[in-house]
């Protein structure tokens, strides 16, 4: 049985990333004309924006008989053997990883291996990764 679980999305994440990328161009575009490398600078930045966007709205979280499989944007992580998690638990950290949101859940497994994502439903998600590994302690629904 394979179940996908998308990611939840902060947009206030997404904000800042965007006036990272385009408030620097503010100054230049009210005190000068658009000139070819200026347009060049924002094609590059709506580019590079448009990856960061499909990353964040294709972000999921699938579990696949015994593999948790986490795709983000065009890139696939290595599948997880879902009986070698140990723990699940909620994190404040802010490392990079494939979760789109701040509303986030650390796995660890294997001896010490740990990745940090963010799925919408996390109740459903966790239930389903202990049906099949029961021996997960559970430190998000608690």
Known sequence: MTKIYKSKI???LLLVI???FYGPLVPDLINKELNSKMLMTIGLLTLFFALILHM????RYII???KLKIKCGLIPYKPIDI???KEIARTKSIISSPAPSFDRIVIKYGKYD???ISPKDKQN???DLLRINPKIVDKVTE
């Open 10 to 12: 902060s947009y206030g």
């Open 114 to 116: 740990e990745i940090i």
């Open 18 to 20: 965007f006036l990272v």
């Open 64 to 66: 696949d008989d015994n």
């Open 56 to 59: 964040f709205f294709k972000t």
């Open 125 to 127: 998600f966790v239930k």
């Open 83 to 85: 009986a070698t998690i």
